[in-house]
């Protein structure tokens, strides 16, 4: 609903920021442009940087960015939320890093502030698109958690704007940034498998009160602005459960698919691809927590035009998964290990071919901080090219949310990645 109570749809709620900069959400007066930019910032000079949504992971990034103000010579400017605790605690973490460190209720008056450089999103997935796109009119770097967008159509919408903005995104997968994937991407490249034919990966967990059930810590509806949280998702009725776990919810998550599987597959694709996927089949279902609306056992297979698949299998109810495992018709490429990747000989290769382990240069097991210095080095060197950039992240969208639909629906889900659409 708009402030005068007309009905508009998701896509026309999120295509208002993708038509212009002066794009206004309820509740605030402040128009911005790409006017609000700073000039080029020397590789000696401090980014200025802000937290858009700072509940969860969104702590997190607002934690790893104070301890690391130093080293990477960023100025925490500002921290954003519409839940009254956590902006106080945020604001509080801020301050040890920038004692002058300000705070927002509404987004886009912290987007219109010229001293800001660069965002890092943390919201729900229902509102990254439009904010990430807004931030982008605003002349802002964009730091998007993933998935990079709810729907693959805000991914299209968010992919287009960053290439004609030509602002520095990337997308908050930090496996992208583990080595491994980009040695995987280069043996393949070179024909150390023959030709790709299937990838499987996998993401388990177990927890008796079921994943995504974080608890509800709240002392008063009146602490939440919930309207504004809404934005763009189908009007509900005050919940604290869906504010609180958001990602039990078709309305602002894709359950497993976008919150596990995006992890994996960003990383998947990196090492194949990146490319649009043709088809996606999906099944799985609500099997032990029934708490929820989207599946706590989720699989899907995503079919390429390249001729090849990738099959993802997860479940919040066991933890024992697959072992990340790329296919060729030659040989056979093993991920399992952080330190080296193993390839073993199959069918034709067994005649050429001997087995190899080749090591990983720079393992990484916890790949934020290498995350964040790939975009970093990207604002100051004017440099696109991210460990995640939007390009991955829309075509890895694209997949993630024909499977969501396709287990939902129980449909077979095409593509046509030649017109960007999807076919009906």
């Not at 177990?206 to 810590?217: P, T, V």
């Not at 958001?246 to 597959?265: C, E, M, Q, V």
């Amino acid at each position: 609903m708009t402030n005068k109570g007309k009905k508009i749809t998701r896509r026309q709620f999120i295509a208002k920021s993708a038509v212009g900069a002066a794009a206004l959400t309820a509740g605030s007066s402040v128009l911005f442009s790409a006017r609000s930019a700073r000039a080029a910032i020397g590789s000696n000079e401090r980014i200025n940087v802000a937290v858009i949504g700072v509940g969860g992971m969104g702590g997190a990034h607002l934690g790893m960015l104070v301890a690391g103000a130093e080293k990477n010579n960023t100025r925490l400017a500002a921290v954003c939320d519409v839940y009254e605790p956590r902006k106080e605690r945020a604001l509080a973490k801020a301050k040890e890093d920038n004692p002058e460190a300000k705070l927002y209720h509404a987004y886009e008056d912290l987007l219109a502030d010229p001293n800001i450089d660069a965002v890092w999103i943390a919201t729900p997935d229902h509102w990254h698109a439009k904010i990430a796109m807004d931030a982008l009119e605003a002349g802002k770097d964009v730091y998007c958690e993933k998935p990079m967008t709810h729907t693959w159509q805000e991914a299209r919408d968010l992919y287009h704007t960053a290439e004609r903005t030509g602002r520095v995104m990337q997308v908050g997968s930090q496996s992208c940034s583990d080595e491994k994937w980009g040695l995987a991407h280069e043996l393949i490249q070179q024909g150390k498998i023959g030709q790709p034919i299937w990838g499987q990966t996998s993401w388990g967990r177990n927890s008796e009160r079921g994943d995504w059930n974080y608890g509800i810590d709240l002392n008063s509806e009146k602490d939440i602005d919930w309207k504004r949280w809404l934005g763009p998702a189908p009007y509900r009725p005050f919940d604290p459960d869906r504010f609180f776990n958001f990602r039990k919810y078709w309305d602002y998550s894709g359950g497993i698919a976008t919150d596990l599987f995006a992890h994996s597959l960003h990383a998947m694709c990196k090492a194949i691809g990146p490319h649009f996927p043709m088809q996606a089949t999906a099944g799985g279902g609500i099997w032990r927590h029934d708490d929820r609306e989207v599946a706590d056992t989720f699989h899907m297979v995503i079919d390429y035009p390249q001729k090849y698949s990738i099959v993802a299998l997860g479940s919040q109810a066991n933890t024992v998964g697959l072992e990340v495992v790329i296919r060729g018709n030659e040989a056979t490429m093993y991920l399992g290990s952080s330190t080296e990747i193993v390839l073993k000989p199959d069918g034709p290769g067994r005649g050429k071919r001997s087995e190899e382990h080749i090591p990983v240069e720079n393992p990484r097991r916890g790949s934020h901080p290498y995350h964040y210095e790939s975009f970093l080095n990207g604002i100051r060197n004017r440099d696109r090219r991210t460990t995640c950039p939007p390009e991955l992240g829309y075509k890895v969208t694209v997949a993630l949310s024909l499977a969501v639909d396709a287990s939902r629906y129980k449909k077979i889900k095409q593509f046509d990645p030649v017109n960007e659409k999807e076919i009906v």
